[in-house]
């Protein structure tokens, strides 16, 4: 499986900004997909999480109320939308995915087998 991040850029503090992940698989179906970030210097950590067949999602408490994350079917897609964004939210992010065939902590990376490239967001304040 091979995931196609995209979408970064260079916002001032307040803006918005939607990322994209794009499968090669004909489609997600019966996969989680989420986002991590990380900033220099810093470890990476979980933003959220969509089950694609249920649209169950899970944010990480930062992003919470200012993140959205959704799907679209016809365009293997998954979606996040970052409003209000801060210069906190600077950072590379990765989209990930894992099959769900099992209860997981999503918020770990261990339990993530597929990884996209990462794209660089930048808030500037």
């Known amino acids: 499986v091979q995931l196609q991040a995209s979408g970064g850029g260079l916002v001032q503090a307040g803006g918005s900004l939607r990322l994209s992940c794009v499968t090669s698989?004909?489609?997600?179906?019966?996969?989680?997909v989420a986002w991590f970030r990380q900033a220099p210097g810093k470890e990476r950590e979980f933003v959220a999480t969509?089950?694609?067949?249920?649209?169950?999602?899970y944010f990480g408490n930062p992003v919470k109320g200012r993140f959205t994350i959704s799907r679209d079917g016809a365009q293997n897609t998954v979606f996040l939308q970052m409003n209000s964004l801060k210069p906190e939210d600077t950072a590379v992010y990765y989209c990930?995915?894992?099959?769900?065939?099992?209860?997981?902590?999503?918020?770990?990376?261990?339990?993530?087998?597929?990884w996209g490239q990462g794209t660089q967001v930048t808030v500037s304040s």
């Open positions: 990930a995915a894992r099959k769900e065939d099992s209860i997981v902590d999503v918020t770990r990376q261990r339990w993530y087998d597929y």
């Open positions: 698989r004909r489609t997600f179906s019966n996969f989680a």
């Open positions: 969509i089950s694609w067949s249920a649209g169950r999602t």
